[in-house]
């Protein structure tokens, strides 16, 4: 078990998983592997993160550190 700490959070609310979308394939900063969707709102979209893919790998971490 573990647990996330946040300092904030400006909204809660559930997610149909119907209405998630896939991530589209655009150049960006972040690493696809750790999105898991999009989620649409009227006005702006949520960037959904894979929690299960990014704390089992250690591909974020240097390959120094990760054969300890």
């Known amino acids: 078990q573990f647990v996330i700490l946040a300092d904030a959070a400006d909204e809660v609310f559930e997610l149909a998983d119907s209405k998630i979308e896939k991530a589209p394939v655009i150049g960006t900063k972040y690493n696809?592997?750790?999105?898991?969707?999009?989620?649409?709102?009227?006005?702006?979209?949520?960037?959904l993160l894979d929690i299960d893919a990014i704390f089992n790998?250690?591909?974020h971490i240097p390959n120094e550190a990760a054969a300890k």
């Open 32 to 47: 696809a592997e750790f999105i898991k969707g999009i989620y649409q709102l009227p006005d702006t979209f949520v960037m």
């Open 57 to 59: 790998t250690t591909s």
